[in-house]
């Protein structure tokens, strides 16, 4: 359990890091488009991996 927390931690780190790398090429014209691409693609890949880690941490709450 405890590694599974630490492993969320570190995707939420690397989900704010590419955050920061996207805002950061954006700035500059002209940017690479395709990188941009890439990295907004690894974002949402990891988005959905830390939903599917917090659900499984949290206790299922029946209605």
């Known amino acids: ?7 969320l931690t570190a995707l939420k780190s690397e ?3 590419l955050d920061e790398a996207i ?3 954006s700035e500059k014209a ?3 488009q395709l990188q941009i691409q890439r990295l907004k ?5 990891l988005k959905d ?3 599917r880690m917090e659900s ?3 206790p ?4």
């Open 1 to 7: 359990m405890e590694g599974m927390r630490a492993r």
């Open 15 to 17: 989900h704010a890091d």
């Open 23 to 25: 805002a950061r090429i």
């Open 30 to 32: 002209p940017f690479n």
């Open 41 to 45: 693609k690894r974002k949402l890949m």
């Open 49 to 51: 991996l830390v939903a």
């Open 56 to 58: 499984q941490l949290l």
């Open 60 to 63: 299922n709450i029946i209605a």
